[in-house]
């Protein structure tokens, strides 16, 4: 992990797994990309289906998965929110629309982030300062979206992973 204080690591990309494999990852990172590298398939991308929670337990408190709804226009839900990811929201947003759940500004830039991994069918990645979380203690975090298509090729779902850390670097 960088050392670097919070400030100056601000990154985000989006590109293929194998490139945000070259990063310093966090171990959890690196696990869940690797992870979702072993159940895609030959052909298109791995979808729920393909996801076996039993396979990454450690994990899960730092999970979250959003369904991409298309009708009438684009819209993301909260479908699964782990615990870790609960206790930096100050509630659990499972069920809750994004959009509803955080004002304009906030919803906006998550937004942005999912949609693009939803249309160029890619992960993502970002180590920061936290754009949406309320935690004061928490000033850092490291993220990854990855697509899930339950077709192989329409992304339908986003698996996300949050890791948040205090200024010591310690995760919670």
């Known amino acids: 992990m960088e050392t670097e204080p919070p400030s100056q690591l601000q990154q985000q990309f989006l590109a293929p797994a194998e490139d945000i494999l070259r990063q310093a990852l966090h171990p959890k990172i690196r696990r869940l990309v690797e992870y979702w590298q072993s159940i895609h398939p030959e052909d298109g991308m791995p979808g729920r289906q393909h996801l076996d929670p039993l396979d990454v337990p450690d994990l899960l408190p730092n999970i979250w998965l ?3 709804e298309r009708q009438p ?4 839900r909260y479908r699964l929110i782990g615990t870790n990811v609960a206790q930096a929201f100050d509630h659990d947003t499972t069920g809750e629309y994004l959009d509803v759940t955080h004002d304009r500004n906030r919803d906006g ?11 160029e069918r890619m992960p993502a990645w970002r180590i920061g300062r936290p754009n949406l979380w309320r935690l004061q203690d928490f000033l ?7 697509p899930l ?5 329409t992304v339908d779902m986003v698996l996300a992973l949050t890791v948040f850390l205090d200024r010591f670097g310690t995760e919670f």
Do not use: S, T
Not at 73 to 76: I, K, Q, T
Not at 140 to 146: A, G, N, P
């Open 109 to 119: 830039e998550v937004r942005i982030y999912i949609l693009d991994v939803i249309r």
């Open 149 to 153: 298509a339950g077709d192989g090729r």
């Open 73 to 76: 226009d684009v819209r993301l």
């Open 140 to 146: 850092r975090l490291e993220r990854i979206y990855l």
């Open 66 to 68: 959003v369904d991409v």
